[in-house]
């Protein structure tokens, strides 16, 4: 039996909740990197830096069920994405905001030192802000990197679409915060192989039939993933739970050596995140 593993999905109790990953493990997969909702997904409005505890200990909770339910294995990843910084900046000035992100980032690094999540995410916006917010997003991307490198453990990251000059950005700032940059993982990656490998970061495919197709004419030094979202109002959104699974299949099927699939979905995982992906 092969590993097969989804790189980053969401799921949510007030969604498809355990039967998303049931989908997932019918359809052959194996495991999960569960991503941290954000605070609005979970009906909380942040106030203060234990607002983020309380999101963080509910995908703790889900990966539990997950784990005791089924036969997928769940590991959490937690994490703040960039557009919580918008919105608090409706409540409270932008470097309080940013205060408050960071102590943020600091719980989620707590539950990974005590070992109840494997990695945490943090980023910067994928669309338009002011100059001021992107300076801000920057610094809190950096901190978490700080975090990661202190506690030996990887970073998800959320960014707009990178080209060479922003990846070769993002190292240096991995650099200056002494994280290595094959513990950075570039979540919603496009299909760029040569350069993600060319400054050491690793990208997270989503597991459309093209994305797939031009990354694995490239090479395999990179992970899947869905983003699946698991809003009951937008059913299947990024994609369905049963994507990567079905998708290896597929370019198994096309003839894909099957040793191509066993590096994405396990030797890059294990050593990306210092875990074992055991079947």
């Given at each position: 039996m092969m590993p097969i593993t989804d790189n980053h999905m969401h799921i949510d109790l007030k969604g498809l909740g355990i039967m998303a990953?049931?989908?997932?493990?019918?359809?052959?997969?194996?495991?999960?990197?569960?991503?941290?909702?954000?605070?609005?997904?979970?009906?909380?409005?942040?106030?203060?830096?234990?607002?983020?505890?309380?999101?963080?200990e509910h995908t703790i909770k889900i990966a539990d069920m997950i784990n005791e339910q089924t036969e997928v294995t769940a590991f959490p990843v937690l994490g703040i994405h960039p557009a919580e910084l918008t919105r608090l900046t409706k409540r409270f000035d932008l470097n309080?905001?940013?205060?408050?992100?960071?102590?943020?980032?600091?719980?989620?690094?707590?539950?990974?030192?005590?070992?109840?999540?494997?990695?945490?995410?943090?980023?910067?916006?994928?669309?338009?802000?002011s100059d001021a917010e992107w300076c801000a997003s920057n610094e809190i991307m950096f901190y978490g990197m700080k975090l990661a490198?202190?506690?030996?453990?990887?970073?998800?990251?959320h960014t707009e679409?990178?080209?060479?000059?922003?990846?070769?950005?993002?190292?240096?700032?991995?650099?200056?915060?002494?994280?290595?940059?094959?513990?950075?993982?570039?979540?919603?990656s496009s299909p760029m192989i040569p350069e993600y490998q060319s400054v050491g970061i690793f990208p997270s495919i989503l597991a459309s039939e093209d994305a797939l197709d031009v990354a694995l004419s490239q090479g395999d030094r990179f992970m899947m993933e869905t983003d699946y979202i698991d809003d009951p109002d937008r059913p299947g959104v990024v994609l369905g739970p049963k994507t990567v699974p079905r998708r290896t299949k597929q370019f198994i099927k096309k003839g894909i050596d099957e040793d191509v699939f066993w590096a994405i979905h396990k030797d890059h995982p294990e050593k990306v995140y210092g875990v074992k992906i055991d079947i």
């Open positions: 990953a049931e989908q997932f493990q019918r359809a052959g997969g194996t495991h999960i990197f569960l991503v941290s909702k954000t605070t609005q997904s979970f009906g909380i409005e942040v106030a203060s830096p234990d607002d983020f505890k309380s999101a963080f309080r905001a940013k205060k408050l992100i960071c102590r943020g980032l600091d719980i989620a690094i707590d539950f990974v030192k005590e070992g109840h999540a494997i990695a945490i995410k943090t980023g910067r916006p994928h669309y338009e802000v490198s202190e506690a030996g453990c990887a970073v998800q990251l679409n990178v080209t060479p000059e922003s990846l070769a950005e993002i190292s240096k700032m991995a650099s200056r915060a002494g994280l290595a940059q094959d513990k950075i993982v570039k979540h919603y």
